[in-house]
């Protein structure tokens, strides 16, 4: 009771509720992210549901102490707060946990990282559905992979000197508008692979031999797109308008 009473009346100092959503871009300092001016900040914590230990973000205004405990990542997953936030009209949040994975192999590595989008109530905690604190929205969030091409020196003349096959996935989200529900979000992505024509489906050294002129990066036209998403309240989650290709080549490490 005496720590619910504390965060009402911490939560009536706190900012004023926009008059309509609105976005707040965020600065990670160590294990938190929080906007220019101090006003709110964004932490994650571990929560339990069903059996299952929940990664989700929490938001807190200045002056609200920030939650305890350590998340205790894998050797291959790291957690950090996502660097963007949405104020809604209701005085709720959308908050984000960044969440990523990372490989290494003989003679190359990579790793990438997915967001995953929660819907947080006026107190700043993920809101409990159906199916307990899921996040509203997972889309990937960037990638970046190295992988070893040559063997011998045939296979350097072969590749113009270009040992590593490269690749690059970048994704942008904002908000797009208000909608009866939550914000409509854009998400927006690049891809790209150095050299041109290389593909991690394929063995590069059974393709024709490099020349200088591929030695460059070539947007990957197929996972380079955008796409609006709608919350789809019936479902508690964002729905695009057009399906997501399958870009695992840049998003999976």
Known sequence: MIATLFLFAALQTSPAVPAEDRWEDLVLTDNRACTADGAWCVSLVEEVWEGEVVVAPVVRAAGDPAPGGEIK???IETYQPWTGLVRLADGGFLAGVEAG???????????????????????????????????????PLRGSLMIRACFSEADMKQRAGACHDEYSFDATLKTAGGSDALPMLDYETVATAFPRGVS???????????????????????CSYQRRFVFDAAAGVYRPDQPLPDCSDYTIP
């Open 73 to 75: 990542a894998g050797d």
């Open 101 to 139: 994975a990372r490989s290494m192999y003989s003679g190359g590595g990579g790793q990438a990282s997915e967001l995953r989008l929660y819907r947080l109530d006026a107190a700043g905690a993920a809101e409990a559905g159906e199916y307990g604190a899921a996040p509203v929205l997972t889309v």
């Open 200 to 222: 991690r489906s394929e063995d590069s050294l059974e393709k024709a031999p490099l020349t200088k002129a591929d030695l460059v990066a070539e947007r990957d036209p197929k």
